[in-house]
């Protein structure tokens, strides 16, 4: 118990010796089946082996608005560790990356639970295409976009803590630990250009039996910020210098007869007086999801927009495909539902 405590310490020193001040990383409703794309530790959590590939469409109607796919697999391997790769795409506007993740997790026995130390190694690629902007001066008298593009191949570490046990889950995480100045790469010397930001997780959810196992009651909660929920904005009154807000997602869900899900959950951020007053609440959602026998799991959500964005756009969609790899039912001690 004591190595544990040691562990988490000195791990939690680690990642909050960073800062940061900007949200970068993509959103999803349907986080809760795509975990791992967050935080590596929960590779191997399950009893089996399982896959995920999901797709979200951001804002449907506006123009460049971000549009995400993640694939992720991950299975036990011997007792206590779990591997796992993550694949990510995301664009938006004229700007997109894609980050590829090995992931290793080892459980320690802890409480009634485990708790997994994960650690992910990868690559990502971000690049920009401003051939895809529109102009209103000539593009190559601008020292920012005179090259048209540009695409960088960079180095990406992260990690995370998650414990869990059949009936609660908890978790935090640093997906990305370098943050890159991304002008450095380049030939563009201007002051203020882009920058990779460091992003940290939270996570909580449990089980609660309504009807035993015919309805069971899941809340769960995300926090996602930079910084550590200090200073949202380094100088509110220059947009150059203006960071993201801490965004917080509350899921409510209920699970009918350990086969299909069906959730609603609230998007919104803190603190958002301090940009000038504006409403923070982002969106409102639902969504729903069923697990065949046969391991295939589906799930479809939406978004309804909350903000001004709304006047423009149509809403957000997810669309989950899954599957898991139970060779044989009997086989799992107890049924996972997270």
Same mark, same amino acid.
Request: aromatic content about 16%; overall charge positive.
């Given at each position: ?19 940061? #001040?900007?949200?970068?990383? @993509? ?62 795409? =995301? ?5 997109? $990356? ?10 320690? @026995? ?14 990502? #690629? ?28 960079? @180095? ?24 890159? =100045?991304?002008?450095e790469q380049t030939s563009i010397t201007s002051d203020e250009w882009a920058r990779t930001y460091r992003h940290y997780y939270f996570t909580a959810g449990g089980i609660i039996p309504l009807k035993g196992k015919q309805v069971m009651f899941k809340p769960s909660i995300l926090v996602k910020t930079v910084g550590l929920l200090g200073d949202f904005s380094s100088n509110v009154r220059d947009p150059q210098k203006v960071g993201? @807000? ?54 479809? $959500? ?10 423009? $756009? ?25």
């Amino acid at each position: 118990m004591k190595r544990t405590t040691r562990i988490i310490f000195f791990f939690l020193l680690f990642v909050g010796s960073f800062t940061a #001040n900007a949200q970068q990383e @993509p959103m999803y409703t349907k986080y809760m089946f795509n975990s791992m794309v967050t935080n590596p530790g929960y590779a191997g959590s399950l009893e089996y082996m399982s896959a995920r590939v999901l797709h979200r469409q951001q804002w449907i109607g506006i123009d460049g608005g971000p549009l995400s796919q993640t694939m992720t697999i991950h299975t036990p391997f011997k007792k206590r560790v779990g591997l796992g790769l993550s694949v990510g795409n =995301d664009k938006i506007g004229s700007t997109g $990356s894609t980050m590829v993740n090995g992931v290793y997790a080892y459980k320690v @026995p802890f409480g009634s639970g485990n708790l997994a130390i994960g650690l992910q190694a990868g690559v990502m #690629n971000w690049r920009s295409d401003f051939s895809d902007l529109v102009y209103r001066d000539d593009p190559s008298q601008d020292e920012v976009f005179s090259d048209m593009g540009y695409s960088l191949w960079l @180095p990406n570490f992260g990690a995370g803590l998650y414990y869990s046990n059949p009936k609660f889950y908890l978790g935090f995480s640093v997906p990305r630990l370098i943050g890159f =100045d991304l002008r450095e790469q380049t030939s563009i010397t201007s002051d203020e250009w882009a920058r990779t930001y460091r992003h940290y997780y939270f996570t909580a959810g449990g089980i609660i039996p309504l009807k035993g196992k015919q309805v069971m009651f899941k809340p769960s909660i995300l926090v996602k910020t930079v910084g550590l929920l200090g200073d949202f904005s380094s100088n509110v009154r220059d947009p150059q210098k203006v960071g993201a @807000p801490a965004e917080f997602d509350i899921d409510l869900s209920f699970l009918f007869y350990e086969a299909f899900w069906i959730g609603a959950s609230f998007r919104s951020a803190f603190a958002a007086s301090q940009f000038g007053g504006l409403s923070s609440f982002d969106s409102a959602d639902i969504w729903a999801s069923y697990n065949l026998s046969n391991g295939i799991r589906v799930g479809l $959500s939406y978004d309804y927009t909350l903000s001004k964005l709304n006047d423009f $756009s149509k809403g957000t969609y997810e669309v989950m495909l899954g599957y898991d790899f139970v060779y044989n039912s009997k086989r799992v001690i107890t049924p996972r539902y997270f």
